[in-house]
């Protein structure tokens, strides 16, 4: 069954850098990776998705890359700001489920 | 705007009990489902279901159940509580059948056994 690895689990970046998330999936069926942020205390909310007829996807700060070869993809987020502290989620669809990585902890310095 | 809810924000129930968490959509969504979340552990699918009456296992049933008698409505039922299913249970909805569209959370029950 499909398999999501994500990394790293906790990630401080100064406010204004950059911030990067990997993940892995296993099952070369997988044609959909959606992310989620959770801010604390707060429920899952799907932040950008792409699918795999496509390599990248961008929405304002927010880049997803998809290299299906290697079965990689990656959240980038640019001049990161305070709100985007929070714990993201990578996912991978697999049959009628999505599977979700274990989330990283993004915390932005001042 | 889709609203998820969920029965209870916090519940301490005793070791042995039957609890039930129940959860409401109100946007005709096919797709309901219940995932637990630990510290360390992420989101983890522990039913889910594409209709009425159907139920389909996910990663880690084992000590629950569950139910579907009415679309808007999908029912986790723990029958006899342990510690170990001390968690927080999130609830989640999506339009419909198949995996690629955007699921909708519920705010999460914390539940405690004790």
């Known amino acids: 069954g499909e398999n999501v690895e994500q990394h790293p689990s906790t990630l401080s970046v100064q406010e204004g850098d950059s911030a990067v998330i990997k993940c892995t999936y296993s099952?070369?069926?997988?044609?959909?990776f959606p992310w989620y942020k959770q801010e604390l205390g707060k429920r899952p909310q799907l932040i950008i998705d792409?699918?795999?007829?496509?390599g990248e996807k961008k929405d304002q700060r927010i880049a997803v890359t998809l290299n299906k070869t290697a079965k990689h993809f990656s959240l980038h987020i640019t001049e990161t700001q305070p709100e985007d502290s929070a714990v993201y989620f990578c996912?991978?669809?697999?049959?009628?489920?999505?599977?979700f990585g274990k989330g990283t902890r993004l915390h932005i310095l001042p | 705007d889709v609203k998820v809810t969920q029965s209870s924000r916090y519940l301490v129930k005793r070791t042995g009990e039957k609890v039930f968490l129940e959860c409401v959509q109100d946007?005709?969504?096919?797709?309901m489902f219940w995932y637990r979340q630990d510290p360390g552990l992420g989101l983890r699918l522990i039913y889910f279901?594409?209709?009425?009456?159907?139920?389909e296992k996910g990663d880690i049933p084992e000590g629950y159940s569950v139910s579907r008698e009415k679309k808007e409505r999908f029912s986790l039922i723990l029958e006899s509580a342990s510690t170990n299913q001390t968690s927080m249970y999130l609830c989640?909805?999506?339009?419909?059948?198949?995996?690629?569209?955007?699921?909708?959370f519920g705010p999460g029950t914390r539940l405690t056994v004790t």
């Open positions: 989640a909805s999506s339009l419909s059948a198949g995996s690629s569209y955007e699921q909708y």
């Open positions: 099952d070369s069926a997988s044609n959909y």
């Open positions: 792409i699918r795999s007829n496509v």
């Open positions: 996912a991978a669809n697999r049959d009628d489920k999505i599977i």
């Open positions: 946007m005709d969504h096919e797709n």
């Open positions: 279901s594409y209709d009425v009456k159907m139920k």
